[in-house]
């Protein structure tokens, strides 16, 4: 079951951070409500409005390109990747799962940036639904991962 082992709520101070949540344009209802969910949720972490940047592309795959210049640009401490990806009759909701997940996971890699994963992978729009939440879990992830970060760094200093 979804959100099952779903982990206790760990307080999060992120403020003086800026982040960038990068969402789809497909399935506009889905993923506006998985933005402005991600974008709640970083203010409630204590992110400024300023500080939390929003970018839309297309689809799913263009996420990891455009989650990669927001890292190169250094002007974000993390990414939020946010959109959905509906099977349909074709094997090409395979190809676009498997490049996007390990896209994102290269950039995150590559530049020691944490980067949240908030792609919905269902079957239809209803299992989306159910899931608006994915949003705000990506932000609590990766700015909780960010802290974390910078807590190893601090020690091995």
């Given amino acids: 079951m979804s959100g099952e082992g779903t982990p206790n709520d760990v307080a ?7 982040i960038a949540v990068v969402a789809t344009r497909w399935h506009a209802e889905i993923s506006d ?3 402005a969910g991600a974008v709640e949720e970083a203010y409630a972490c204590g992110i ?10 297309p689809g799913a795959f263009e996420l990891p390109v455009v989650a990669d210049a927001l890292a190169r640009s ?3 401490d993390a990414v939020v990747c946010l959109g ?7 094997p090409h909701f395979d190809y676009v799962c498997r490049a996007v997940t390990d896209g994102c996971v290269r950039v995150s890699l590559d530049h020691g940036l944490p980067v949240g994963f908030g792609v919905l992978t269902v ?8 899931r608006l939440d994915k949003g705000r879990e990506a932000v609590r992830a990766v700015l909780e991962t960010l802290l ?6 601090g020690r091995s200093a």
């Fill in 12 to 18: 999060i101070d992120a403020h003086g951070r800026r």
């Fill in 33 to 35: 409500a998985l933005l």
């Fill in 48 to 57: 400024a409005a300023d500080d939390v940047e929003r970018v839309r592309v």
């Fill in 74 to 76: 250094r002007r974000v």
């Fill in 84 to 90: 959905v990806v509906v099977r349909g009759g074709t």
């Fill in 123 to 130: 079957d239809d729009l209803d299992q989306a639904r159910a």
């Fill in 148 to 153: 974390v970060i910078d807590d190893v760094r």
